[in-house]
């Protein structure tokens, strides 16, 4: 069975300061990692996908399959990036467009 | 386009009431799904589609129905609502399923 765990629930910076939001897999297959986002009072959006290898709004995430993990990282955190984000895993020619989710990640910026 | 609708936004029940939850897309996506996000444990799919005509369970099932009787619109039912069931649900769609998940704006629904 594919889990998906972030282990933080809150993470609070400093704007400015590097973020790095934790995201731990397990899955048997051809995992597609995914980052969503969530701004306040806006519906859930993708952030960015592994196999894009793309950097959006200056965020970035490296799939480790060794480590089975995909962090998202900001090396400069800005207070619009307060938000939920989350991680979710797909499945490779899984019947379906299906995720699992991760818990959550609350990021808070403070000036 | 209007994207992903959802409707109602906001729905009180009392328990062993019944309702069902709006969900409709105008991208022509053949992908379609419903999830529940609940605090801690972020979101949970409850039913997809694949088109028209074909629906499968997802991770939490039970306790609710969907059809999809055409493209555009996928409702989710709930034939006797239990507090349990109190969440915020979400509908998404996407083209095929290697396309990225387009969200609806969500329905917070309270079962007392």
């Known amino acids: 069975a594919q889990r998906v765990t972030q282990p933080e629930k809150l993470l609070s910076v400093f704007k400015g300061a590097p973020v790095e939001l934790k995201c731990n897999y397990s899955y048997s297959g051809s995992p597609e990692l995914f980052w969503y986002v969530q701004y306040s009072r806006q519906r859930l959006q993708l952030l960015l996908r592994h196999i894009s290898r793309e950097s959006i709004k200056g965020f970035t995430a490296d799939l480790n399959k060794g480590e089975t993990s995909f962090h998202l990282k900001k090396p400069f955190a800005q207070e619009e990036d307060s938000a939920m984000y989350y991680c979710a895993l797909g499945r490779i020619k899984a019947a379906g467009n299906k995720l699992t989710f991760g818990g959550g990640t609350r990021v808070l910026v403070k000036p | 386009n209007a994207g992903v609708t959802q409707t109602p936004k906001f729905q009180v029940l009392k328990t062993g009431q019944s309702m069902t939850l709006q969900c409709a897309q105008d991208m022509n996506h053949e992908y379609m799904s419903w999830y529940r996000q609940d605090p801690g444990m972020g979101l949970r799919l409850i039913h997809y589609?694949?088109?028209?005509?074909?629906?499968d369970q997802g991770e939490v099932p039970n306790g609710y129905n969907v059809s999809r009787s055409t493209t555009e619109d996928f409702p989710l039912r709930l034939l006797s609502a239990a507090p349990s069931q109190t969440s915020v649900y979400f509908c998404?769609?996407?083209?095929?399923?290697?396309?990225?998940?387009?969200f609806g704006p969500g329905t917070r629904l309270t079962v007392l």
């Open positions: 589609s694949v088109g028209a005509g074909i629906t």
């Open positions: 998404a769609s996407s083209l095929t399923r290697y396309n990225e998940q387009f």
